[in-house]
């Protein structure tokens, strides 16, 4: 691989780790953002909500400056915004200031992981799509981790205000955009590199491919399944470390711990599965789809009762070191049979889902043509927005009116009936990738 496609790829994977960060920081920040601002569980979720509901606004406007004006400045534009409005989140003194704020930075930051998606998709071939995916959502994954955890560490164990976090993380992603803002610009290589595929954004969910993309069943199929599914399935990323901290009463930075436990545990699932699934790549035939089907058919009861079991721990002092803390987290969980289990279940219901999370990405790039996979992502992406938007303020009803424990065992019991959709479409995913290779096949042969 040449040095510039090398570089290509840090950039673009350096944003999506950024973007990830600052997306999490405003959820790990949930209890410091209560207790500053007096506020509940709807009125923390609703803050996540206009970030998305923003996002989708603005999606389209990204997509029509890409398809008019320089993309290689639009894109850089586009990731200015969402690091400068970070930046100013942390200078937040009220609660609609925290509103304003996080729309702003909501307007540019969805837009930017769907166009670096798809320069990422045509620039790596097929037989490593599922690497690709993987790699793709562990940066994201990583990045959300590096979130949870600084602002923990920040706030737990070095007792500065939560808005210091946001200042810094801002600062670093725009030193960073800096950086790379120079090397695409300045640099010819590189901006040869990226240019071709710039080159081919900026037409995603017209009409016209919208109508052609729906005349594929399968699409049709993954529409249903992410409308219905991806509201309630986020309850695990919005709520997992306030499960911890009101149902286990930890601290933040233990809270935060844990969830990067569980993350760890996602991140193998996510490595694992893509490997698996390019391992068992064919043209033939489509049996890699029962690797995404039975592995989370495994994953519900594990989840139930990783969630269901209860214990308390009584948290140390915060001003503690961290290492200090880690491991005495470590040591109450290994000295106690029902923290002990209730970990290693969960651990292993969340390496057991995540082996699905890169396959609906790889359906896409398998069922579709290079048009077809630009607009499915596009509204991948507006469905996964729109489902953010509504989670957060569901989540939070749930857990006012009834319990986090409520909340969280929801996900795996709904979790049966996109698993069974997808069992049921099987036939028809299998033919519509096969029709794909062939109207590739002869595309090569005619020309």
């Known amino acids: 691989m040449r040095i510039n496609k090398y570089i290509t790829y840090t950039f673009l994977f350096g944003l999506i780790f950024f973007k990830q960060s600052i997306s999490f920081l405003i959820i790990t920040s949930f209890p410091n953002l209560a207790e500053n601002f007096d506020l509940n569980h709807i009125e923390l979720g609703t803050i996540v909500s206009v970030y998305y509901l923003s996002s989708i606004v603005f999606m389209f406007f990204w997509i029509y400056l890409f398809g008019k004006y320089s993309r290689q400045k639009i894109f850089l534009i586009n990731s200015l915004v969402w690091i400068l409005g970070i930046i100013i989140f942390g200078f937040s003194q009220h609660y609609i200031h925290l509103l304003i704020i ?4 909501g ?4 837009a930017s992981t769907v166009f670096i998606l798809l320069i990422l998709l045509q620039m790596t071939p097929n037989e490593s799509e599922g690497k690709l995916f993987s790699f793709y959502i562990t ?37 960073w955009l800096i950086i790379a803002g120079i090397i695409l610009i300045e640099s ?62 930890l601290s933040q930075m233990e809270a935060s711990l844990s969830f990067i436990f569980l993350s760890g545990a996602e991140f193998l699932g996510i490595v694992f599965g893509g490997f698996l699934y390019d391992k068992y790549y ?14 989370s058919i495994i994953s519900i009861p594990l ?45 292993l219901g969340f390496f057991s889902i995540a082996l699905m999370y890169p396959f609906f990405l790889i359906i896409i790039n398998d069922c579709n043509d290079d048009a077809g996979k630009n607009s499915m992502i596009g509204l991948q992406k507006i469905i996964l927005i ?19 424990l409520i909340t969280m065992i929801i996900v795996p019991f709904f979790m049966i009936i996109p698993i069974l959709h997808l069992f049921l479409i099987r036939n028809t995913i299998e033919k519509d990738f096969l029709l794909n290779i062939r109207e590739k096949d002869d595309n090569l042969l005619n020309s």
């Open 102 to 105: 996080s729309a702003i930075i």
């Open 107 to 110: 307007c540019g930051i969805e």
């Open 139 to 175: 940066i994201q994954g990583l990045g959300a981790l590096f979130g949870i955890f600084i602002t923990s560490y920040f706030r737990d164990i070095l007792n500065y205000d939560w808005s210091f976090v946001f200042i810094f993380i801002g600062f670093f992603s725009l030193l």
């Open 188 to 249: 010819k290589n590189v901006k040869n590199e990226i240019t071709p595929y710039l080159e081919q954004l900026g037409y995603n969910l017209n009409l016209n491919e919208i109508k052609k993309i729906f005349n594929i069943k399968t699409n049709r199929s993954l529409v249903i399944i992410w409308l219905y599914s991806v509201p309630i399935v986020t309850f695990l990323n919005v709520w997992l470390q306030i499960y911890f901290q009101e149902y286990h009463l």
């Open 282 to 295: 064919s043209t033939k035939h489509y049996k890699k789809i029962y690797i995404a089907v039975i592995s």
């Open 303 to 347: 989840l139930v009762f990783g969630f269901l079991i209860y214990w308390k721990k009584n948290s140390l002092s915060t001003d503690i070191d961290l290492l200090s803390l880690a491991f005495d987290l470590y040591f109450f969980a290994i000295n106690n049979t029902p923290v002990f289990v209730s970990y290693i279940i969960l651990f």
């Open 386 to 404: 729109i489902g953010n938007v509504i989670s957060p303020v569901i989540g939070g009803f749930l857990i006012v009116n009834f319990s986090i």
